[in-house]
């Protein structure tokens, strides 16, 4: 009998220890669920925060080569005017003396 009792005391002790290893890790589990929400939360507002960086980034990329494109032809039509104006002395200079020497001849 002694055995018997030795074994029931030994079953209620493990059954004991095993509600309490489940309650353990019912709150260790909540727990973890709790801290993976809030990483997924925080790593889905990393990613939406690279891809705008991003997306900055490209943006910013395309304005460089459009201010360089812009510079390129500001610089390229600079010259074109320089030189129309260079023509336009040239002619201005050449018409008043041939202005000259037709009057001349008359």
């Known amino acids: 009998m002694q055995r018997s009792q030795y074994l029931k005391t030994q079953k209620k002790t493990k059954e004991n220890q095993y509600q309490e290893e489940q309650i353990a890790f019912a709150e260790l589990s909540e727990f973890l669920t709790v801290k993976s929400s809030a990483f997924n939360a925080e790593n889905l507002k990393i990613h939406q925060q690279k891809n705008k960086l991003s997306s900055i980034d490209l943006d ?10 812009l510079e390129n032809r500001l610089n390229k039509n600079q010259s074109y005017l320089e030189i129309a104006k260079a023509n336009i002395l040239e002619t201005l200079q050449n018409t008043a003396y041939d202005d000259t020497d037709l009057i001349e001849m008359y």
């Open 60 to 69: 910013l990329e395309y304005r460089e080569i459009q201010l360089e494109t």
